[in-house]
């Protein structure tokens, strides 16, 4: 199934990754509006909502921005772009390093991100206040 047409993006994440719980908690205290959700990689949204098999891999952030999904570090300075104020020059200015190079970092991190930041037992929950904000 294609993901679903929207104006309000997603970033897909792994629910169980310190790094990845605190890239979201970051996303979330400098996005005002509200404008992206976010859903865990090993919940139900992404299992219905991503093309095949892209929830299985747990070691990228996805971002469906309503009509393409971007995966590693494209899904990053893209969800960056879409903050206001420092962090969409900054979103802007990773997008000028070159994808081999930033992916390449992005992998990095990737393989060695619970040895690092550790793993949780279960995904995040969300506060009443983002409740809104998360797909199950």
Known sequence: MDPPSTDRPIVFFDGVCGL??????????????????????????????????SEQNPETVLLWDGTTLFDRSDAIWRTLSRLPGIW?????????????????????????????????ETCRMPTPEERGRFLP
Request: charged share 25%; aromatic share 10%.
């Open 20 to 53: 990845c719980n605190t890239w979201i908690d970051f996303v979330v205290r400098r996005d005002p509006t509200g404008q992206i959700r976010f859903a865990p990689l090993q919940g139900e949204s992404a299992a219905s909502l991503l093309p095949g098999g």
């Open 88 to 120: 969409r020059i900054a979103g802007r200015l990773l997008r000028l390093v070159p994808r081999p190079l930033r992916d390449w970092g992005y992998r990095l991190i990737a393989r060695n991100r619970y040895r690092l930041f550790g793993k949780k």
